[in-house]
C-alpha cells in the first residue's frame, strides 16, 4: 500500500512524517530529494548549467540558488524550464525509491509529498493522507515558527491549495489542533488500521 503524506504549511506533516517514522514505516521525501537530484555531479545539475550558465553553479560545484532564482523571479518561461528539468528528475527518484522499499517486502510505503495536489501526483499513492489544522491554528503557527507578520504569514497560506480542499479530497485526515500526545494517539491507530488491511 503507498500511501500519500501531504498537508499544507505549518500544519504539522514532518511531525506526522517523525512518528510514522518510528513505527518503522519506510519514508520517500520528496524535499529530501528535491536537493539530492541537484548535488554536484547529477546530470540534473549538469542541465541546469547548460540551461542558466556557468554563473548558475558555485565553484565548488555545488548549485548557485541564488543566481537560478535571480533568473526565474519574474520569468514565467524560466522559471518552467527549471521545472521541467528538476521535477522529473525527483518523481523518478522518487518511484525508484519506492520500488527498491516494495522489492525489500514492505507492505505500506510513505511517500511523503509536501505539494501532492498542487504538483498532480495522486496517481504515484493508493491513498491520500493528509495532516490538517483549522485555518486559525495554522496561522498562528506559521507566525510562530517563522517569525511572520501576519500578513506575510496569510499570503504564504494563500499560495498554496487551501487545507478545506485537500481535507476533501484525501482518504485520511489527520486532524492536528490538540497535544503532541494526542496526534501521537491518533497516528498510532491508523498505523494499526494500515497494517490490520494489509494482513487481510
Known sequence: MIIGLTGSIATGKSTVAKRLKEHGL??????VIARDVVEPGTTTL???KEAFGEQAIHSDGTMNREEVGKQIFG????RQLLNSIIHPAIRQEMLRQKDLHLAQG???VILDIPLLFESKLEHF???ILVVATTPEIQLRRLIARNNLSEEEAVSRIASQISITDKVEWADEVIWNNDTLEQLHDEIDRLVTKWRREESE
Open 75 to 78: 520569468d514565467a518561461a524560466k
Open 125 to 127: 499513492v493508493d491513498r
Open 46 to 48: 549538469q542541465k541546469i
Open 106 to 108: 514492505k507492505k505500506i
Open 26 to 31: 519506510p519514508i520517500v521525501d520528496a524535499d
